[in-house]
T-cell receptor, first 113, second 115 residues
Framework: AQSVAQPEDQVNVAEGNPLTVKCTYS??????LFWYVQYPNRGLQFLLK??????LVKGSYGFEAEFNKSQTSFHLKKPSALVSDSALYFC???????????FGTGTRLTVIP | GAGVSQTPSNKVTEKGKYVELRCDPI?????LYWYRQSLGQGPEFLIY????????DSGLPNDRFFAVRPEGSVSTLKIQRTERGDSAVYLC?????????????FGSGTRLTVV
């Protein structure tokens, strides 16, 4: 069965520092992987996806994610964090044979001014 | 519309009552999804519509939950005999090309509280 794991409930980073939000996956076959962000009182917003091709995927708001097949990881990264990046981040995987996403439990990112 | 609209934004109901939650997807989006997000958890899949039909309802937790999309646009999630454990944020999402494309566009959700 397809699943994703987000090992950190909370990540704190100083403004201007690089940030990483971790995600590992478990799938059979080639994975379709996604990152979403959830701001307070707003719906989840699509950040980026990996389907195939380059292992480094660039997305919205300066975020990028690196697909690593050997480590079964899809970590979200940004070179320089902004206070406005503070939000809840979800990793998700497309379930094989289905047309819906399985979401991780989320990581709360706090960027400290 | 410009985005996915969900109404009401908040709903408080008594245990045992019936509730309906509405989702108005982006115009032209044929795929529509319902998810449930409990506190501290990620969204949990409930049901997926392609057009008017429920293509996958494997996530519905029991027969108290039902959803319809009679004209292939607006969808209603119906919960009978509500229980306190049903309290959660119910999220609707729509997509032009399903989850394989650019994923979903989510609404802001309906926060259901069963007292």
């Amino acid at each position: 069965a397809q699943s994703v794991a987000q090992p950190e409930d909370q990540v704190n980073v100083a403004e201007g520092n690089p940030l990483t939000v971790k995600c590992t996956y478990s799938v059979s076959g080639n994975p379709y992987l996604f990152w979403y962000v959830q701001y307070p009182n707003r719906g989840l917003q699509f950040l980026l996806k990996y389907i195939t091709g380059d292992n480094l995927v660039k997305g919205s708001y300066g975020f990028e994610a690196e697909f690593n097949k050997s480590q079964t990881s899809f970590h979200l990264k940004k070179p320089s964090a902004l206070v406005s990046d503070s939000a809840l981040y979800f990793c998700a995987v497309l379930r094989t044979g289905a047309n819906n996403l399985f979401f991780g439990t989320g990581t709360r990112l706090t960027v400290i001014p | 519309g410009a985005g996915v609209s969900q109404t009401p934004s908040n709903k408080v109901t008594e245990k045992g009552k019936y509730v309906e939650l509405r989702c108005d997807p982006i115009s032209g989006h044929t795929a529509l999804y319902w998810y449930r997000q409990s506190l501290g958890q990620g969204p949990e899949f409930l049901i997926y519509f392609q057009g008017t039909g429920a293509a996958d309802d494997s996530g519905l937790p029991n027969d108290r939950f039902f959803a319809v999309r009679p004209e292939g646009s607006v969808s209603t999630l119906k919960i009978q005999r509500t229980e306190r454990g049903d309290s959660a944020v119910y999220l609707c999402a729509s997509s032009f090309d399903g989850a394989r494309g650019y994923g979903y566009t989510f609404g802001s959700g309906t926060r259901l509280t069963v007292v």
